[in-house]
């Protein structure tokens, strides 16, 4: 059974930084694709970074790219989104998914391209 599992969500001035987790089970990190989303109540949810495992590559959404940073080890499994510079519009709840078997590199944005999700952290800046 797949799962995903955030955390380290909380509540941090502007300018400050978080490290997010998302713990997967029941399968392999390094064998799907796997992605940050952050969802805002009222908006469509928005890709933050992900990595195509396939390719190895890394990819980061306009908004956070030279400020976030997305990493896993392999040994235990696990995700990590390195958030610096944190800015007050960074504020949502951060999700962790995992890609579909058909899931390609090109499309790493698109919320359809994944088919498990976590259930989400908080992520609050304030000014």
């Known amino acids: 059974q797949v799962q995903l599992a955030e955390s380290g969500g909380g509540s941090v001035q502007a300018g400050g930084s978080l490290r997010l987790s998302c713990a997967a089970s029941?399968?392999?990190?390094?064998?799907?694709?796997i992605a940050w989303f952050r969802q805002v109540p009222g908006k469509e949810r928005e890709a933050v970074a992900g990595?195509?495992?396939?390719?190895?590559?890394?990819y980061y959404g306009d908004s956070v790219k030279g400020r976030f940073t997305v990493s896993q080890d392999n040994a235990k499994n696990t995700v990590y989104l390195q958030m610096n510079s944190l800015k007050p519009e960074d504020t949502a709840i951060y999700y962790c998914?995992?890609?579909?078997?058909?899931?390609?590199?090109?499309?790493?944005?698109?919320?359809?391209?994944?088919?498990?999700w976590g259930q989400g952290t908080q992520v609050t800046v304030s000014s």
């Open positions: 998914a995992r890609g579909s078997i058909w899931a390609t590199c090109g499309n790493w944005y698109l919320p359809a391209e994944y088919n498990y």
């Open positions: 990595i195509c495992n396939r390719g190895d590559r890394t």
């Open positions: 029941g399968y392999t990190v390094r064998s799907y694709n």
